[in-house]
């Protein structure tokens, strides 16, 4: 099982220093050496219940002074004034400058910061390479364009098997389509003077659910209306139904026996030939809870912690780095150049929990109302949610 972890109690920084002595006249006399002993309690902790225990820390006064938390958990505590603000401290961090544009959205509430990004996990395009060389493509595309044709020849070459999507994309499955909003400059929701707007209604924003509709209507034969767990994209794709899926790079551990072996990668293509289109990462972000009784301590055991030379060696074991000017070649890591998060609002989980963008791209895909309609609405419930009190 996966964990995360705590370090709950933080005693002394490591330093390397060298203090000089002069005598009356200035000269210099001696150099001594300091030594410091470094104390660090980690406490690692199973993800399924990391947040419960949490919880009761922060009930019962006894919080740790580092907590690792999951991207998509920050805004929840944030929001409650939960952590500490470093917002003075970023320049500080290693490669702050380069962050995951995902994962720093996530560690930002208000414009401060609350947490610094740890690594992260993309989303890719897992694919047949069985099925593409028998349609006669020879490389993974490079811009959407291309894609499209890729998804039209896979098409006509296994036109006899019914069901069968070039491109398995379950119709509302919004993390995807909201990579093309943002592909083409539009975003979910923007603040102005304190408030949230709702912008899925703006020209960048209907050009990329415009984009997501065609394409979808191509490339993938999954009902319109279904989601991306009923069934599993890597179901679809074990069972011959898909010559692709898109998802965490982590699909391409099930995509069955069958095809294990003419199973590979690559980067979801922006609509701009040779970039990446921007994904949803998932990923880790640390912070310093406010009631942690050390927090100036715990700040410079972050600034250690996610050193770049720390940052390499978890590169080095398969992770991505948490800044784009750390990134190397491979499939995960050229897709993460590029990446998007969700409002950090916090009536976000309500969005989600209404189904703002699943009914969305449910009308727009049936066409039950046009692109320009069906965002407008939504934009409007969007709006309407995220100011709630």
Aim: charge should be positive; aromatic fraction near 10%.
């Amino acid at each position: 099982m996966r964990t995360r972890v705590f370090v709950a109690a933080l005693a002394a920084v490591a330093l390397g220093v060298v203090a000089a002595t002069a005598s009356a006249s200035g000269d210099r006399i001696a150099a001594n050496k300091l030594t410091v002993w470094l104390q660090v309690d980690v406490q690692y902790q199973n993800w399924g219940d990391h947040l419960q225990k949490f919880d009761a820390t922060l009930a019962g006064g006894n919080s740790p002074d580092v907590i690792e938390m999951g991207n998509t958990e920050m805004v929840k505590y944030m929001a409650a004034g939960a952590f500490a603000d470093i917002s003075s401290s970023k320049a500080t961090f290693a490669n702050s400058a380069n962050w995951l544009k995902g994962l720093a959205a996530s560690s930002t509430y208000g414009g401060r910061l609350y947490g610094v990004p740890y690594y992260a996990g993309s989303r890719v395009v897992t694919y047949r390479t069985d099925a593409y060389t028998k349609a006669g493509i020879k490389k993974p595309p490079a811009s959407l364009s291309e894609f499209t044709a890729v998804a039209k020849k896979l098409a006509a070459k296994n036109s006899s098997t019914k069901g069968f999507s070039p491109v398995y994309i379950a119709g509302t499955d919004w993390y995807f389509a909201m990579s093309f909003v943002y592909d083409y400059g539009g975003s979910i929701a923007k603040t102005s003077g304190g408030k949230w707007k709702g912008s899925l209604d703006s020209p960048q924003s209907i050009a990329g659910l415009t984009a997501f509709k065609n394409f979808f209507l191509v490339a993938s034969k999954a009902s319109k209306t279904s989601d991306e767990t009923r069934p599993a994209p890597y179901d679809v794709y074990a069972q011959g139904g898909a010559a692709s899926i898109i998802g965490p790079g982590w699909f391409n551990c099930c995509v069955g026996n069958k095809y294990k072996s003419t199973t590979a990668q690559f980067v979801m293509p922006s609509h701009q030939k040779g970039q990446p289109m921007p994904g949803f990462l998932g990923g880790s972000n640390l912070a310093v809870p406010q009631s942690s009784g050390n927090k100036a301590l715990a700040t410079d055991w972050l600034k250690d912690f996610t050193s770049t030379d720390n940052e390499r060696a978890l590169q080095a074991k398969g992770n991505i780095p948490n800044a784009t000017n750390l990134l190397g070649t491979s499939v995960n890591e050229r897709a993460a150049a590029r990446s998007w998060f969700v409002p950090a609002a916090k009536h976000w989980v309500d969005v989600e929990n209404g189904n703002i963008l699943r009914n969305m791209l449910a009308q727009i895909l049936t066409g039950k109302l046009s692109v320009k309609q069906a965002a407008s609405s939504a934009s409007d419930n969007i709006t309407s949610v995220l100011n709630g009190s």
